[in-house]
């Protein structure tokens, strides 16, 4: 049986007839949507000073600022075998494959069937049915086949089919800028954990000249002590500072281990696989960027980026929502072909297709999908909430860690100033004991003094580094992944997320 075309277009043109009646009843039905907008507008400038400077270049790849062949490999060796980042790479892959599921439901769906078979019988039958059946039972064979193909597709009319998708593309990349993130903590361990070392090691090698020098000062006390020109106080006092120097050494050890342990497990290793490291590393703390204004910077923030997609999919998902309340339609499709054949009896066969169009519309589900558009009415405000929080956030982050960097700054500064004050002493207290005016005790002491603002000024070396370090995490975002700034305003959000909840294009 074939259907012909004229008489589908004659279905087909009633069911377009009626689906105009029912979309009118469903949009009678439909619950106003309350209109959401982002509140945050980012500022012009940021507080900081040096983040208003000129431009000194591109901030991807910020890492290699502090140029260092080594810590460059470390972090690309991290970045290729974290188990974090292999854990957020494969929530992305997963995420993206979810987008070809809700693809999937914009086309057709066909599935083919077939079956063949040969029949060979030899029945006996007693009785009177027997004699009149016999000829057509006894050694009878036969052969067939049947071909089937089928198909289904749901036409996306009113467009929710569409705003799944829409769904999907924005929660599989907001999930890759949450591994952006991922990434980004990573690098960020990785330098912090190195620079860290490279300064406990320093001021491991200034230990060492400090107990050698309080040695020193503990014998030249000692012998004093025998001549009568000391007392057993300045060798108890002497021999006191020599041992509190002395105990300082362990805690900086089991540091530069941690340190070490850290690194070995950023890179995929076992904490005891410890990573050789260079010796004699000289660490150059870069400045702070500069050139940063706070769009910018919101835009390439991964964390930022991942709360405007799930705002995206949420007003992708209430449009969805909002769809299940218009008609719906499909068409199915289903045609065979198929042959029967029994040697001694007439065979038959032929093809048989069928064509059926279908439409439905929801009159009464008990508050079923209105409570689902609430619900995705809440749904997006929260997220809209969530994205306001991240921005803040982020700016936060941004403005405090120039403030930290700026005080180490300062710190480090006044520091620099006390060092060259005890190593100018140090230098005189030598030139006067050569003289003859100062005893040895005197020029010990003073070198002792000078080692000890260098040790001060060595943590808080570390500390800058620290802080650059969550600085350059703050602003640098997009740390080479290509986001484009964005133009964060409460005005572009309204714009984009309109009281009826569609998606922007």
């Not at 076992?270 to 490291?277: I, R, T, Y």
């Not at 703390?285 to 923030?301: A, C, D, E, N």
């Not at 060259?420 to 003289?435: C, G, P, Q, T, V």
Request: with cysteine; proline share 5%; hydrophobic share 45%.
């Amino acid at each position: 049986m074939h259907i012909r075309n004229d008489t589908i277009h004659r279905l087909l043109q009633r069911l377009t007839l009626g689906s105009a009646v029912l979309a009118l009843a469903a949009c009678a039905s439909a619950p106003p949507l309350s209109p959401s907008s982002a509140r945050i507008t980012a500022p012009q400038r940021l507080d900081a000073p040096a983040a208003n400077e000129a431009s000194e270049g591109n901030l991807d790849r910020w890492w290699t600022l502090w140029k260092d062949p080594y810590l460059d490999a470390l972090v690309d060796r991290a970045l290729a075998s974290n188990a974090d980042v292999r854990v957020a790479e494969a929530h992305v892959r997963a995420a993206r494959a979810l987008v070809s599921v809700a693809e999937s439901a914009l086309y057709p769906s066909i599935a083919a069937s077939g079956a063949a078979w040969v029949n060979a019988g030899d029945t006996d039958i007693d009785g009177a049915l027997g004699s009149v059946l016999q000829p057509y039972t006894s050694g009878k064979t036969g052969t067939g086949y049947l071909i089937g193909l089928g198909a289904q597709w749901e036409p996306d009319i009113f467009g929710g089919r569409h705003a799944d998708v829409d769904t999907a593309h924005a929660l599989a990349e907001s999930t890759a800028s949450l591994a952006d993130g991922v990434r980004l903590v990573v690098i960020g361990d990785v330098v912090e954990n190195y620079q860290q070392w490279a300064g406990l090691q320093r001021r491991l090698a200034l230990l060492g000249e400090s107990i050698a020098v309080a040695r020193r000062l503990t014998d030249y006390a000692s012998a004093r002590q025998r001549t009568g020109q000391a007392t057993a106080m300045d060798v108890a006092k002497a021999q006191g500072a020599l041992a509190s120097l002395e105990a300082s050494r362990p805690p900086i050890m089991s540091l530069i281990d941690a340190r070490q342990r850290r690194l070995a497990v950023l890179a995929g290793d076992l904490p005891e696989q410890l990573p050789k490291m260079p010796t004699g590393v000289q660490i150059a703390v870069p400045p702070p960027p500069s050139g940063q204004f706070p769009s910018t910077i919101l835009g390439r923030r991964p964390d930022v980026r991942a709360r405007m997609l799930i705002v995206e999919a949420r007003a992708a998902r209430l449009k969805s929502l909002q769809a299940d309340l218009m008609p719906r339609f499909g068409i199915s499709f289903m045609g065979q072909n198929g042959q029967i054949g029994l040697s001694g009896l007439p065979g038959f066969g032929g093809s048989l297709g069928l064509v059926s169009v279908k439409a439905s519309v929801p009159i009464f589900t008990g508050g079923l999908l209105r409570g689902r558009i609430a619900a995705g009415n809440a749904e997006l405000a929260a997220a809209l909430a969530a994205q306001d929080r991240a921005m803040l956030n982020a700016l936060e982050e941004v403005e405090t860690a120039y403030g930290f960097r700026a005080g180490l700054d300062q710190r480090l500064s006044g520091l620099d100033h006390a060092r060259d004050l005890s190593e100018n002493r140090a230098e005189l207290a030598a030139s006067f004991y050569k003289a003859g005016r100062v005893p040895l005790g005197d020029v010990l002491q003073a070198r002792l003094d000078a080692l000890s603002d260098l040790d001060r000024m060595e943590q808080a070396r570390i500390a800058q580094g620290t802080a650059t370090v969550q600085l350059y995490r703050a602003v640098a975002g997009g740390w080479g992944a290509g986001a484009s700034p964005i133009a964060m305003s409460g005005a572009d959000s309204s714009q984009q997320h309109d009281s009826s909840g569609s998606s922007p294009q």
